[in-house]
């Protein structure tokens, strides 16, 4: 079956502006992460949504990144002003369930590459 | 700050040689992953282990878990070119966190080079 998908896979943007990445989970998963990597930190979790429930932000780097989720399914991960810092990839991941007493695995995305002139 | 370490970072290695990834974490887990990622590529996952003990096998990969050591391994017998890859463990942040999350924490990765 299909995966989780994300959309741009690459996007290149001027310091300063907004940009808006889209995950799409595997369907029928209620658990969906957002994870960035980069040479210098490795992967790092920055926030997850199970189900319609407020999403745990505990991993978000600054309070120019958000993240939203609507109908359970499809995520937004908005950074305003970016800078050259936040160039990465930026991954999604899914999975079927995830509170503390799932053993479930997460399903990662393709990534979007984040480059920030 | 629950913390996961890999070793060694980089390794290369010969076809048909044998060799051990060794993943060292900070704090109380009893669930990790090992995922593999190639050049440019996301994450595949490959094994998930769940309880002190746990070994799981694939083709010429086996992970094991000792969750008093706090450590896992990922052994490569026979290696082939193949298996060329980054590998990452992850530990999963729930009892870090006291069920507040459930974002894995990665491995800083082992690059993996294995020459023909």
């Known amino acids: 079956g299909a995966g989780v998908s994300q959309s741009p896979s690459n996007k290149v943007t001027e310091k300063g502006k907004d940009v808006e990445l889209r995950c799409d989970p595997i369907?029928?998963?209620?658990?969906l992460y957002w994870y960035r990597q980069s040479l210098g930190q490795g992967l790092e979790f920055l926030i997850y949504?199970?189900?319609?429930?407020?999403?745990?932000k505990s991993g978000l780097p600054s309070d120019r990144f958000s993240a939203e989720r609507t109908g359970g399914s499809v995520s937004t991960l908005t950074i305003q002003r970016t800078q050259q810092e936040d160039s990465a990839v930026y991954l999604c991941?899914?999975?079927?369930?995830?509170?503390?007493?799932?053993?479930?695995?997460?399903?990662f995305g393709p990534g979007t590459r984040l480059l920030v002139l | 700050e629950l913390k996961v370490e890999q070793n060694p970072l980089f390794l290369s290695m010969q076809e048909g040689k044998n060799y051990t990834i060794y993943c060292n974490y900070s704090?109380?887990?009893?669930?990790l992953y090992w995922y593999r990622q190639d050049p440019g590529k996301s994450l595949e996952s490959l094994f998930v282990?769940?309880?002190?003990?746990a070994v799981k096998q694939e083709g010429r990969l086996m992970a094991s878990l000792d969750t008093k050591a706090r450590l896992s391994t990922l052994h490569i017998t026979a290696a082939v070119h193949d298996l060329s890859a980054t590998y990452f463990c992850?530990?999963?942040?729930?009892?870090?966190?006291?069920?507040?999350?459930?974002?894995?924490?990665f491995g800083k990765g082992t690059h993996l080079i294995i020459q023909p």
């Open positions: 991941a899914s999975s079927l369930a995830g509170t503390g007493l799932s053993q479930e695995t997460q399903y």
């Open positions: 369907s029928g998963h209620t658990a």
């Open positions: 949504f199970q189900g319609n429930s407020a999403p745990d």
């Open positions: 704090t109380t887990s009893d669930r």
């Open positions: 282990l769940l309880s002190n003990g």
């Open positions: 992850a530990v999963d942040s729930f009892y870090w966190t006291g069920g507040g999350a459930d974002g894995l924490t």
